[in-house]
């Protein structure tokens, strides 16, 4: 299993799922401002005051815009699991540089807490300062811990982020593996394949499956058609390269085969969905490349039309790799 910085592992996600991730710790922003028209990233880290200041570790500033032109800065603050980093004084200073910095939006400072433990002491959640009766400054945040909620109360969402998520939430030694499953078929079921096996990883050591778990991992995912097309996937990624066969040109023929059945089953089950084609449709499949079927994959995801689908397996078969 490859090891990901774990700042780096929260910024991935984040830029690959902004929307997703406002829908999660704000819903209230797109219940009462509409769609998300369009976002961009701003910088990922404010201006020092002194250039011997530390850093503030930052996520990601995602800076929306709703239909009929209103912004909303959402400031994701995550701090490597380590609550004593936090400051809530230093939360202050650098909002107010983001306010300055985008007078027209609304800033949402939002601090996210990985770690996987319960907390003896609070966090600060709030400041005041007050004169008689006279309210002078108020400031609080978004507090997110992830352990505070229960990895089974998201079993059947449909948001990919909280699906990835799900091992970093609370929940018994014993559902340990269901954890496991579901935030594997959950994200299958909800992204490209490209997606999903970049994020494997980020399930996988946060949910602390050693290697010699892999094996475990597979047989108990594989009681469904879609777990076992996952199987297929992370067969094929090497999870158990080198054991299905004994020669090594036995290997590199099942892994070309296994890579070629398990595109070929979920591209027939996306466009089936999709589209609602018949088995004999599915046929225009027939004589991809496995990178041809993977592109595909990716461009479905892209187009409305069946035509769009039918003109790019012809070009792509005609050898145009456009």
Not at 33 to 55: C, H, I, N, W
Not at 225 to 238: A, F, W
Not at 267 to 296: T, V
Request: glycine share 4%.
């Amino acid at each position: 299993m490859r090891k990901i910085p774990h700042d780096q592992n929260f910024k991935n996600l984040l830029l690959d799922f902004p929307v997703e991730t406002l829908q999660w710790v704000l819903p209230e922003a797109i219940e009462g401002l509409g769609p998300v028209e369009k976002f961009e990233f701003t910088r990922q880290e404010p201006r020092k005051r002194k250039l011997s200041d530390p850093d503030l570790r930052l996520d990601m500033p995602i800076l929306f815009t709703f239909r009929g032109g209103r912004q909303l800065l959402l400031w994701l603050v995550e701090f490597q699991e380590d609550k004593h980093k936090f400051s809530i004084y230093k939360l202050l200073r650098y909002t107010t540089d983001e306010m300055e910095a985008h007078p027209d939006a609304d800033v949402v400072p939002t601090v996210i807490f990985s770690d996987r433990r319960r907390w003896r002491k609070d966090v600060p959640r709030m400041l005041e300062s007050r004169l008689n009766d006279r309210l002078l400054l108020h400031f609080e945040y978004i507090f997110l811990k992830l352990f505070d909620h229960n990895a089974r109360d998201y079993f059947n969402t449909r948001n990919p982020v909280v699906k990835i998520l799900l091992p970093k939430m609370n929940y018994a030694p014993e559902e340990r593996w269901e954890v496991i499953r579901q935030a594997y078929i959950g994200l299958f079921e909800l992204v490209s394949i490209q997606l999903f096996l970049k994020y494997v990883d980020f399930i996988d050591s946060y949910a602390n499956v050693k290697a010699e778990e892999r094996e475990s991992v597979l047989e108990e995912i594989q009681e469904r058609e879609e777990t076992v097309m996952i199987k297929q996937i992370l067969m094929e990624e090497g999870w158990k390269e080198g054991a299905l066969h004994g020669r090594q040109e036995g290997r590199q023929e099942g892994r070309q085969e296994g890579r070629q059945e398990a595109s070929f089953n979920l591209l027939s089950r996306q466009l089936i969905k999709k589209f609602n084609l018949s088995p004999e449709q599915i046929g225009m499949l027939e004589g991809l490349r496995p990178e041809d079927m993977f592109d595909l994959g990716e461009f479905m995801l892209e187009c409305d039309s069946l035509q769009e689908i039918e003109n790019w397996i012809q070009r792509r078969k005609a050898g145009n790799l456009s």
